[in-house]
């Protein structure tokens, strides 16, 4: 056992002091040094670890003492930074400690978004793991359509996710709803065969001048004029039948005065093109069917015991009361068109993207 000097040793509780980041120093110079030999050394790393979260010294300590108490902090570091280089490490590491169970739970979370970010995670860290752990959750019926997407596109990522993909696309097993995000991912693989088969059987959505939709890999790489994608958004878009931006516009969808601080590039194109597997959390899509035949598609406003209300896409509320509801539920797809890109050329898609990634925080 490694003793430490007395005059290294930290106080239990209470924030980093300079004594813990000198103990901090000690023990990574020591070789097979174990934090389990020593309860002040491990105090001190353990407030750093809280202190101070996705800094360089903070992964370090996790990777050389694999501490399991890290483990819950790790998993919700990860899920809120899982677009930065800092979520995929933490992601790495928990599967490193084999913890990667705790973000595999959080892929079948009732948060939406974290389950979209656990998967994208998973995607990134799990490795040879990766089919094993999204091909069932890609599968499910129990799965919303944002995370199977995500888990495609996750998939999508891996030579053997692919050929599980086009195996399912060959036996007409694939589900209609995922059929856009494998195109993306099977028809731009640098796996010839797999592209030549997934092009016999898949193909991008056509655009307003009946010509191809590029794969995203390729629409991401292009620059557009915003002040045009302004004018495609409010006119030939029709986006602002739906969307408020600074006031303006309908309230049907969610207010996107601020989506430019949200969404990268790639994300942004998927929330157009794909809604469904992009739709904003409280924004899903419900149907009512009532006693007398009257069918309702709408964003949920309201649900009570007396009554529910749904907003349609005209931004029009109907409320029904609950004795009157035959069947009540949650739909796949989107309330946004499926088919927007009819409406745009290329150049008019990329244009409207454009402005949207202008739509910024103040100081965002």
Do not use: W
């Amino acid at each position: 056992m490694v003793l430490l000097p007395t005059t290294l040793r930290g106080q239990e509780t209470g924030d980093v002091t300079p004594k813990d980041k000198l103990i901090i120093e000690t023990v990574l110079r020591l070789q097979n040094f174990d934090l389990e030999s020593s309860a002040p050394a491990k105090a001190a790393v353990m407030r750093y670890l809280r202190a101070e979260q996705g800094s360089d010294r903070y992964f370090e300590l996790i990777e050389r003492f694999k501490p399991a108490e890290v483990t819950e902090s790790l998993v919700q570091y990860s899920i809120a930074n899982a677009s930065e280089t800092g979520g995929v490490r933490g992601a790495e590491l928990l599967f490193a400690m084999n913890q990667g169970k705790a973000l595999i739970a959080m892929a079948t979370s009732e948060n939406e978004t974290k389950s979209q970010a656990a998967v994208q995670l998973i995607g990134h860290a799990a490795g040879k793991q990766t089919v094993s752990i999204l091909f069932p959750l890609m599968q499910s019926d129990a799965a919303p359509a944002t995370v199977r997407s995500a888990a495609l596109k996750a998939l999508g990522k891996r030579l053997d996710g692919q050929q599980k993909i086009i195996k399912l696309v060959t036996n007409g097993n694939l589900a209609d709803d995922l059929k856009f995000a494998a195109a993306n991912a099977l028809l731009s693989s640098s796996n010839t065969e797999i592209a030549t088969t997934a092009a016999k059987y898949l193909e991008l959505p056509a655009t307003a001048d009946s010509q191809p939709l590029p794969a995203l890999s390729e629409l991401v790489k292009r620059k557009g004029d915003a002040k045009a994608g302004r004018k495609i958004f409010e006119t030939t878009g029709t986006c602002s039948k739906c969307h408020k931006v600074r006031g303006a516009g309908k309230e049907v969808g969610p207010d996107l005065s601020e989506i430019g601080s949200k969404l990268s590039r790639e994300a942004m194109y998927v929330s157009i093109l794909d809604p469904s597997a992009a739709v904003s959390h409280n924004f899903e899509t419900y149907s009512i069917l009532t006693l007398d035949g009257l069918a309702i598609t709408g964003l949920l406003i309201s649900e009570t015991d007396e009554a529910v209300t749904l907003r349609n896409s005209e931004g029009i509320d109907k409320t029904i009361a609950q004795e009157d509801i035959e069947i009540f539920k949650k739909q796949k797809t989107s309330l946004m068109p499926q088919d927007l890109q009819k409406l745009l050329t290329v150049d008019q898609l990329v244009n409207l993207v454009e402005y949207t990634l202008t739509l910024k925080r103040a100081g965002g």
